[in-house]
């Protein structure tokens, strides 16, 4: 059961952004784009702590103020950097903070719904005999091939229908969900024995690039 075991949502938030310049902090659907995961983590009944990993003054300055669950860790200088691994981060995290289970998401996932990371929570603790912990995956019913022209998921000359086709998994970055057992053992997120988890489409977006910045804040804007 989880109500029992305290809940840390992991939040890493850079002030530099390589591809889109100040993404974290530019408006997106009339507030700043890291303003949106903070909502929707304090909308979480089972979230007991919001844990801001970040080298930015402003995130330090102005992030408690958005949830009474916000807490905010400065990165050392030693993780500063695009060249930093993020286990790197999360291992200090972990370190810095006494959760019994994890719940990492980005500031660039900012459609992620706060009943999808409570669904995400449920099923790690109802199959955590089974699995040590759990990401995200948007399916793709599609017929993919490798780079050399071999089919991957299908028999080109068995034309299935798509929607009839076994699903590839993308790994999407919106959530991760684990225990520091787990990291410690597997220096990851995702450990030995982990549980995929199906995203809707529609909240999958990471942020990485200019067009998937308008794409999201078209959906957050229209689509509800």
């Known amino acids: 059961m989880i109500f029992d075991r305290r809940v840390v949502a992991l939040v890493p938030i850079k002030d530099h952004s390589e591809r889109v310049t100040g993404k974290n902090f530019r408006s997106f659907a009339g507030k700043p784009l890291y303003h949106h995961v903070v909502h929707t983590l304090d909308r979480v009944y089972a979230v007991d702590r919001i844990l801001i990993d970040t080298d930015s003054p402003r995130v330090v300055d102005e992030a408690p103020g958005l949830s009474a669950k916000v807490s905010v860790l400065r990165r050392p200088e030693e993780l500063c950097g695009d060249a930093v691994s993020t286990n790197r981060i999360f291992a200090h995290d972990l370190a810095n903070s006494d959760g019994d289970i994890y719940l990492q998401t980005h500031a660039t996932n900012p459609l992620m719904r706060s009943e999808t990371f409570a669904q995400a929570l449920k099923a790690f603790t109802e199959n955590e005999e089974e699995h040590d912990s759990l990401f995200g ?37 919106c959530v991760y969900v684990f225990t520091k057992e787990s990291f410690a053992k597997n220096s ?11 995203t809707p489409a529609i909240q999958s977006i990471d942020i990485d690039d200019e067009f998937q910045f308008r794409l999201a804040e078209l959906l957050a804007l229209y689509a509800g």
Request: glycine share 4%.
């Open 188 to 198: 990851r997120r995702i450990g030995e024995t982990p549980l995929m988890f199906p």
């Open 137 to 173: 995956v948007t399916e793709h019913y599609s017929r993919f091939y490798d780079s050399r022209g071999q089919a991957i998921n299908h028999d080109p000359e068995e034309l299935i229908r798509t929607q009839d086709l076994p699903p590839l998994c993308e790994e999407n970055s």
